[in-house]
DNA sequence: CGATGGCTTGAGAGGCTTCAATGCCGGTGG
DNA sequence: CCACCGGCATTGAAGCCTCTCAAGCCATCG
């Protein structure tokens, strides 16, 4: 009999986001739960995956930020995405093995390296979740598509604030209403890499938005001020997001496997 | 018995392309070309798909040239990818059906409406169709991603220069060695909406390549003439486009299938 | 307490945009 | 066959947004 123990599956946060666009069953939830990989800890601004190297794993965020980069000849920096939290930054590795990117850890991140062989295998075995990776490539590429009319067709103001609605919505479930407070470890520069600017110019467009009262970011802290005219500045409307096109639905594998952690003496 | 002449399937150009990516093998092969769809003609710069359009079916790229794009408040568009013949540009609305991006004919084009119901049983009946699929969506990401870094951190000679390379790589097979000097289309216009510059300074820019002796761009017709200079300055490495991973396979079904047209009076 | 990394601010330069006018070319109709 | 027309390419001048370079500030940390 197999010992799961599924809160500590480092695959929880990643499959409830699929849930959120895909239908899966009992088995396709635990399929995914018990996906095996081994944990690393990545030091801030180091690069982790590089450009053109021949992958035999993706990677799974456990957590911090992670940043996609390509470069020009002169080494600056675009980022051309950026990945939470329950992403996997590379899934798109299981079919196209060579890196056309980078990966970066933008602050102290851990992840977790899962074998191609294992995602095929279970991609193979549950036609859903062929399906499903599939879909979280396409919403990926989706955002990548945002990106590009964000750095191509807008101004830096109306680009920063457009990031920052995505990063908010993204990380922090923000929604029309509801007020907007959360960690924010990017740097000015990271920012600045995220958007095609300068870190100077990022600086003071920042410093224009807090004087309109729309965000505060300072501090590792960023807090959006008025939701309403910052989504307006920024042009922002989350549906490329793709996010809870399902209704809600809880992990139905836990139902079945759950189990008490059985090591350790039995605590109160 | 079935009568399948696939010298006149439309999908033998994708089918093609695919070949160079994904192994499959002869039954595979002959589900592709045995897709259904019905063609349609779209006028130039006429909008085919619409943004949040709920898709049912994917489109083909059977001749001309197909933008997609986004747009801003303003109205300015920013095209986010170009789909040449044998491209499907919406592949992968087949799993995100709700169309995060707009679709428009960039010159006279005919396409091929594909029922998704059609793209998803095949890709079940066949998982390598599956996984073939996933694929060209994952390769369609890297140009997006490609196309991040072009428009954020490149000026406006790079950019271009990154652009026509692009283009001649996969509309005419460019190679270091080859000579180009295709069909173009292409307005300035255009070019101005992929690259996030005006139209102006697209064409200041054109003129300056041309009087390095770079390129020579009239007449709907596209020469490059220096191509070591070209893709140096544009800072074009062909290796995002995932152009020819496998040896030249030549189309198998075809051995079982082609048949001589099996109406009209015999010919000569 | 000095070192470090990130944030802030200033001044000047430059790339790209804007607005506007002209030229070119292919197509159409008289 | 020619005159006209419309779309696209080309060119000029002026201005703005963003970059570059450089210096100062502030918090954190050993």
Redesign the interface.
Known sequence: MRVISLDISPFRPFLTKVLRRSRLGAAECEALLSLPGHPVQIGTNRDFVLL?QHLDHACLVVEGLVG??????DG???I??LHIAGDMPDL?SV??P?A??ALQALCVATIVKVPHSALRDVA?RF?AI??A???E??????I??????N????DAA?RLAHLLCEIACRHAGARPGRQVDCDFPLTQQQLADM??LTPVHVNRTLMALRRQGLVDLSRRRLRILDWAELSSLG?FDD??L?LG?LPEAPIRAEIRLVQPPALGPASA
Do not use: I, K, M
């Open positions: 053109g996609r980069f390509g470069q020009n000849r600056n920096r675009q051309t995405a798109h079919v196209v060579q056309g990117f193979y036609p062929a399906e990776f599939w879909r490539c396409a919403v990926d590429a989706a990548l598509s945002e990106w590009v009319v750095v191509g067709r807008r109306s958007l095609g042009d549906a490329y793709h096109e």
